[in-house]
């Protein structure tokens, strides 16, 4: 793993260990400020409550079985086999009790996979995905915030309103990254109160869900609520806008190795050179709403539950791509739910769920993952191409351009060889990835460019999410108009 008995900071293994360190022999007071005991520029906590609660409960168990594990002070940079093995098990753990159960159930109640075979093969290919697996396992990164989204997720899709909103509430308070996929969830369910009526039924649901929503929030931050410093306090960790556009990319040194647009046009364009630190988050800002507002838009007048998983992925996406201080691993945050329409779209999900493994690559070297990578992302293609055979499934009826296609017959030729160029732009995708890869892993770059690879990867990872997101709001729009002429004819 990334930092292993490498001093000062020895890497995201001791981050967990040292949060259940904190979490245990400190007051809950004192978990969020800098004292003699915490200090925060040592893998201070940073994320919402839900996250230091599964850290006290971890350290609870680790002091029965070995105290120095948690020991005050003592035990910092502590590494030892019983302990990885100790807390690689509290990952498993954590998969198994939240995240599996989602994704089975969710794949067992899809109307796409009408026989119990196509069900479980939906849920191996999805479990199977090597992103998640490879952050997992190798960053000690708990999946119980996508975890709970994903129930979030199944819930609504059996219109269970009140127990969706509590199962995204307990995302949100897990880990602050959940925002990505809070406007589809808002804009959903205040499209069906909408729908209902504000005057009747369409008020009371808006009034339960609110009461939801504040009742869960409550109860997470209830320990912290005791003075407003405190709360601010937790707020200023969570959200440190002061570090600057760029914070996350922790582990590189300019240019930023990162797949999003910022770090993309720093190759060429200075950013933090030319443009305020103020200035940077009221760009980002601006361009990240611009981006998915209209997905929002659609979704709050037409609430429906395959636009809200679609929305889900677009939203993501644009966060990802514009939003403020992104690190690599936040493009789960965007896989997850391309993972939950994979029976819709197999083949542009396979080729997305490909490439936000790859854009990792420069994180997953350092971690000395090359082989897992290799043989995850394989198994990974194998099984969706014996699954959904979906190079059978290119077709513009099959990539949900249908209405988008016949829009454009009379301004575009090439749509009856589509098929055929899509086929080929995946080949040529995934060649130049399997390339790029090897090269990363074994060819020293020149000593001029000395982050030649890493670079390519992210803006090549960057083209393609770009192209991606244009995708996926094509989609999402010429749906709308669809469904709209739809009620028109009736």
């Not at 990885?84 to 599996?100: C, H, Q, S």
């Not at 969710?106 to 952050?135: H, R, V």
């Not at 993972?339 to 420069?362: D, G, K, Q, R, Y």
């Not at 969706?384 to 017959?409: H, N, R, Y």
Request: aromatic share 14%.
């Amino acid at each position: 793993f990334l930092g292993a008995g490498k001093p000062p900071m020895y890497g995201d293994y001791e981050a967990q260990r040292h949060w259940q360190e904190v979490t245990y022999n400190l007051p809950i007071r004192q978990w969020y400020f800098n004292t003699s005991d915490n200090n925060l520029q040592y893998w201070g906590l940073d994320y919402p409550p839900l996250t230091a609660y599964h850290s006290f409960l971890c350290a609870y168990i680790a002091k029965l079985i070995n105290p120095d594990w948690i020991a005050l002070h003592t035990s910092q940079g502590y590494e030892s086999q019983p302990h990885k093995l100790f807390m690689r098990t509290t990952v498993f753990v954590a998969d198994l009790l939240i995240y599996i159960p989602a994704v089975i159930l969710y794949c067992f109640s899809l109307k796409e996979t009408s026989t119990k075979k196509k069900a479980s093969i939906s849920a191996l290919c999805i479990l199977l995905y090597p992103g998640l697996i490879l952050i997992d396992h190798g960053h000690f990164q708990y999946p119980l915030s996508l975890g709970f989204a994903l129930w979030g997720v199944l819930y609504l899709s059996y219109d269970w309103d009140l127990l969706g909103s509590v199962a995204f509430c307990l995302a949100l308070n897990y880990k602050q990254m959940e925002l990505y996929h809070s406007l589809p969830f808002f804009c959903y369910l205040l499209g069906k109160c909408f729908k209902k009526g504000l005057k009747g039924k369409g008020l009371v649901l808006l009034t339960k869900i609110a009461g939801t929503v504040v009742v869960s929030f409550a109860v997470c931050w209830l320990p912290f609520c005791t003075d407003m410093e405190q709360i601010m306090q937790v707020l200023r960790r969570l959200f440190p806008i002061d570090r600057g556009l760029f914070e996350a990319c922790m582990f590189s040194s300019p240019p930023p190795h990162l797949a999003n647009i910022w770090c993309s046009l720093s190759v060429l364009i200075k950013i933090k050179n030319i443009i305020s630190p103020q200035i940077q988050l009221k760009l980002s800002f601006a361009v990240t709403f611009l981006s998915l507002l209209p997905t929002c838009i659609k979704l709050t007048v037409q609430p429906s539950l395959r636009g809200f998983k679609f929305a889900l992925v677009s939203c993501a996406l644009s966060f990802f791509l514009f939003s403020f201080q992104v690190h690599e691993k936040s493009i789960l945050l965007v896989s997850i739910p391309v993972c939950l329409i994979i029976n819709e779209i197999p083949f542009m999900a396979t080729w997305f769920l490909l490439v936000s493994t790859f854009s990792m690559l420069p994180l997953l070297l350092k971690d000395g993952l090359l082989l897992a990578y290799a043989v995850t992302t394989l198994a990974f293609l194998l099984a969706c191409v014996a699954s959904f055979s979906i190079f059978e499934k290119t077709s513009a009826e099959d990539l949900q351009l249908k209405q988008f296609s016949v829009s454009l017959k009379g301004y575009v030729s090439w749509f009856k060889s589509f098929p055929k160029i899509v086929r080929s732009l995946f080949l040529l995708s995934v060649t130049l990835m399997g390339v790029l890869s090897l090269m990363s892993a074994a060819v020293h770059p020149p000593q001029r460019l000395p982050d030649l690879f890493p670079v390519s990867v992210s803006i090549i990872s960057c083209l393609h999410f770009l192209l991606f997101l244009v995708y996926f709001n094509v989609v999402i729009l010429w749906d709308s108009k669809n469904s709209r002429s739809q009620k028109k004819i009736s």
